[in-house]
T-cell receptor, first 113, second 113 residues
Framework: DAGITQSPRYKITETGRQVTLMCHQT?????MFWYRQDLGHGLRLIYY???????DKGEVPDGYVVSRSKTENFPLTLESATRSQTSVYFC????FGSGNTIYFGEGSWLTVV | KQEVTQIPAALSVPEGENLVLNCSFT??????LQWFRQDPGKGLTSLLL?????REQTSGRLNASLDKSSGRSTLYIAASQPGDSATYLC????????????FGGGTRVLVKP
């Protein structure tokens, strides 16, 4: 099925552990984004990618690492999780050149204890 | 850099009233403007997409207008229902390299029966 999927949907981890959130899209959209959403802050951009092997920082990149070796995948890694990274994370993809709709994944709820 | 603002941040109306949600953006060189709906604890669902060459777009009880010259879009929801209670967000991606897709803070809507 066409779409954008995130995994895991729910995760509890301990402080200091490495966590990777996966994002996969089936359209071959060039752009992909990672956001975190917290009460009172709306959607904040963590990292984005304009194409495979091209990534750049958003508003709140500290503590996160991304890679994009394939167009369809855009994993987000928390190298050493902290309690402040407890949040819900959304992945999105779009092909701006064709004026397409932005598609969002269902979200990954991460709790760091 | 595109900055998107949504006013009001929250809105409460009795059932049956029309809703008017505002979205302002600073850079008018946009691909399109998109409105999304987010229910509590859920992801974002696309409602309407207005291409940069269009002035408005309609879907059922929803109508969105776009005025690039003033950097504004308005989402109208006619004859509101309790099921319209949600947070509504807008995005206005710009035609520029390194497109950091940013969102407004959203308008939280409560429709009271």
């Amino acid at each position: 099925d066409a779409g954008i999927t995130q995994s895991p949907r729910y995760k509890i981890t301990e402080t200091g552990r490495q966590v990777t959130l996966m994002c996969h899209q089936t359209w071959s959209h060039s752009y992909m984004f990672w956001y975190r959403q917290d009460l009172g802050h709306g959607l904040r951009l963590i990292y984005y990618s304009a194409a495979a092997d091209i990534t750049d920082k958003g508003e709140v990149p500290d503590g996160y690492v991304v890679s994009r070796s394939k167009t369809e995948n855009f994993p987000l890694t928390l190298e050493s999780a902290t309690r402040s990274q407890t949040s819900v994370y959304f992945c999105a993809s779009v092909d701006f050149g064709s004026g397409n709709t932005i598609y969002f994944g269902e979200g990954s709820w991460l709790t760091v204890v | 850099k595109q900055e998107v603002t949504q006013i009001p941040a929250a809105l409460s109306v009795p059932e049956g009233e029309n809703l008017v949600l505002n979205c302002s953006f600073t850079d008018s060189a946009i691909y399109n403007l998109q409105w999304f709906r987010q229910d509590p604890g859920k992801g974002l669902t696309s409602l309407l997409l207005i291409q940069s060459s269009q002035r408005e777009q309609t879907s059922g009880r929803l109508n969105a207008s776009l005025d690039k010259s003033s950097g504004r879009s308005t989402l109208y929801i006619a004859a509101s229902q309790p099921g319209d209670s949600a947070t509504y967000l807008c995005a206005a991606p710009i035609k520029a390299a390194g497109n950091k897709l940013t969102f407004g803070g959203g308008t939280r809507v409560l429709v009271k029966p």
